[in-house]
């Protein structure tokens, strides 16, 4: 079984906790690669990991949410690389091509698993809908970057991204998506940290450096 590889060490060692949220990941992984994913239920998915029902619901509100194991650490390693890259200032376009190299990095790095997921993400109308609540929180994320308010989002703060800066986010973001599916489409065999800049820079010529629409 191919494993995940870690968020290149920014995040510190893996805790139990991740460590049995990773244990579930996998045995569910075993079985949808093998018989689907509606064929399988909660309780199939626990037995197979050796654990319970109770402990599958502490770490995963869903079934859907099971198939996308790493998309809350990937989040927190994004938040941190954005946040160093900046020091805590409004993200421009090299601040962006940075961090999206460093997140093509922790992709590629688990391109096998990644690849076997979209075989059954593909085919189900539930997975599909929770990929992109998904991407509306990379949206957002990436909006808070943009306005330089991640340390205080971080810290609690009541604080949200501005219009322009979602504007231009939801723009990032929606050109991205399909970059990952021809990296999907092509087998992983394309660069994906290289086809990200090309799509940054396109994007660049219509916001300008500074992410400010013309």
């Known amino acids: 079984?191919?494993?995940?590889?870690?968020?290149?060490?920014?995040l510190g060692e893996t805790s139990p906790r991740e460590m049995t949220r990773n244990k579930?990941?996998?045995a569910a992984h075993r079985l949808f690669m093998a018989r689907g994913f509606h064929a399988v239920t909660v309780d199939e998915i626990a037995k197979e990991a050796?654990?319970?029902?109770?402990?599958?619901?502490?770490h995963f509100a869903t079934k859907e949410s099971v198939v996308f194991p790493d998309d809350d650490k990937?989040?927190?390693?994004f938040r941190l690389a954005l946040a160093q890259e900046t020091g805590g200032r409004p993200a421009t376009m090299d601040h962006l091509r940075a961090v999206q190299s460093l997140m093509a990095a922790v992709l590629m790095?688990?391109?096998?698993?990644?690849?076997?997921?979209?075989?059954f993400i593909d085919q189900s109308a539930s997975l599909i809908a929770h990929e992109e609540m998904i991407f509306l929180e990379w949206r957002r994320a990436l909006a808070e970057g943009i306005d330089g308010i991640l340390h205080q989002v971080d810290a609690g703060d009541q604080v949200a991204p501005s219009s322009n800066a979602l504007i231009v986010a939801g723009a990032i973001v929606g050109?991205?998506?399909?970059?990952?599916e021809a990296?999907?489409?092509?087998?992983?065999?394309?660069?994906?940290?290289?086809?990200?800049?090309?799509v940054l820079a396109r994007l660049e010529h219509g916001f300008g450096r500074e992410l400010r629409p013309i």
């Open 24 to 26: 579930l990941a996998d």
């Open 109 to 119: 790095a688990n391109a096998e698993l990644i690849g076997q997921r979209r075989a």
């Open 1 to 10: 079984m191919q494993q995940r590889n870690d968020t290149l060490g920014l």
């Open 175 to 180: 050109a991205l998506k399909p970059t990952f």
């Open 183 to 198: 990296w999907y489409s092509s087998g992983q065999k394309i660069d994906l940290a290289e086809a990200g800049d090309q």
């Open 74 to 77: 990937n989040m927190r390693f």
């Open 50 to 58: 050796g654990l319970s029902r109770r402990t599958f619901f502490r």
